[in-house]
């Protein structure tokens, strides 16, 4: 610390300071250095008459910046919390004048380091293991200041180093691998590289990846040290890692159904690699679709487009999930179900898209000849063409009634062309005829589909010739010998048919009906006759 006045004495230097205050500067530096309590250390010789440099004027205190002005390391050291007045939080804060006392000489020790008791810590080179021990002038040179040891260990160990420039940049680091306790125990934390040591690596011998301890442009690659390793021989390219692990070579971390678009399932998860990926995958990318890898194995030949996972599944070809009744618009019923792809599938399903009427598969089956149209389920079923028929024969113009309703479909229908089976009784019934179509071929006129001796004809209602008296014995034949369509209708007279029976010859003319009755040709209508015979003059 600097000398302590008394205050007579410090009054004095009051006012001398005043009046130095109005002095010129040399004057005042000159009446300075009379006050001066003694000389400074040679480094500061050549300040010592300039008192302003280093001191305010009157003030013990708010000196230490002028300190830091010329000791420029020491200020940078206090910024940057480095060195022993960066670390020193003591010496970071107080005055410079607490440690270092001036005037006292040209000799004087105003550094006053004892290395006996000073802590290396404070420093920026702590000292452990090994370096402890050493002596202070090993690092610190006679005639350096401090701070000018070398804090790198290539500075001193350059003789030690068995590497000899093999390392690269890494040699000047000799911390990353090694301790300040023996050289030969290696703390080097491969972790913190770009190649972090896992699986097997751990336990690997450095040379085996660093030959002649080269460092720099050691490959990362897998492939640049496992090559003869590769049993797939480079067709699964060099991104080992994507697969293996560093564990072992058989433990495969790629998952497939995770990593890929194309999850193994079914049979895939047990083939081999080398069945799909026969080049490198990440070079040659591999479709998805079955039928590229399948093609071979396609009995369908392509007919049923690319995409097989529509009707197989991954475990077998031959277990299917296609369920025609759900997936498509055309269910399978009857013997559809067991009919083969191939029958209705000709060609590729997916460019050529079938129709669903039964037509447009079994046109050459059609043995009505297209007469019936092409909607052949509105009589037919799957199950047969012969089975379950369920035409409804009454919404045609010819409904079954009566026998016919019990009548075999091949009685009537001598061929399957339907529309040309004629639908008049005599088309089927002429050789029944009884009359041999003298009461023409409209049978149904007077009988009823429920049998020939039921018949509705009547011939009063129907016709325009009554039938009473003796003609209501007379069988139909006596009148009718001749077909009906043929026989004249005008006239209907008696003579038509009783001629022979005329006892009168003709002489009455031929409308016998004005005298006899339907009942008998002896009984006469004498009402009749008297108003038919001619009147005479009285």
Known sequence: MGPRFHPPVTLLLLGLAGALLWLPMAQASTLESLLMPGEVIKGHAKYENECHRCHVLIRDKGQRRFCLDCHKEVRADVEQQRGFHGRNKVASQQECQECHTEHKGRDA??????????????????????????ACATCHKSGKKHREAPAQCSNCHKEDNPHKGRLGKLEQNCVACHGQSLWSRIDFDHDKTEFALTGKHDTTLCAACHPNDRVEKTPRQCVACHRLNDVHGGRNGEQCKKCHSTRSWKKI????????????????????????????????????????CHQYDDEHKGRYGLRCETCHKDTDWNTTKFDHQTDTKFALHGKHVDTACDACHLANLYDRKLPTNCHSCHDLDDSHNGEQGDRCERCHAPSGWRKQVRFEHDVTHFPLIGIHAAVACEECHLSPVYKKTPGDCNACHKHQDPHKAALGIQCESCHTPNGWQVWRFDHNLESEFRIDGAHKKVHCDACHFEAVETMARDPRACIACHRRDDAHRGQFGPRCGRCHGTSSFKSLNLQQVQHQAPQTNK
Do not use: I, M, Q, W
Request: glycine share 4%.
């Open 109 to 134: 020790d105003v550094v006053k380091l004892n290395e006996a008791t000073f802590d290396h810590k404070y420093s920026d080179f702590e000292l452990r293991g090994a370096h402890r021990n050493l």
């Open 253 to 292: 971390a790629f998952d497939h159904n995770k990593d890929t678009k194309f999850a193994l399932n079914g049979r895939h998860e047990k083939a081999r690699c080398e069945s799909c990926h026969r080049e490198d995958p990440y070079k040659v990318k591999l479709k998805r679709n079955c039928h590229a």
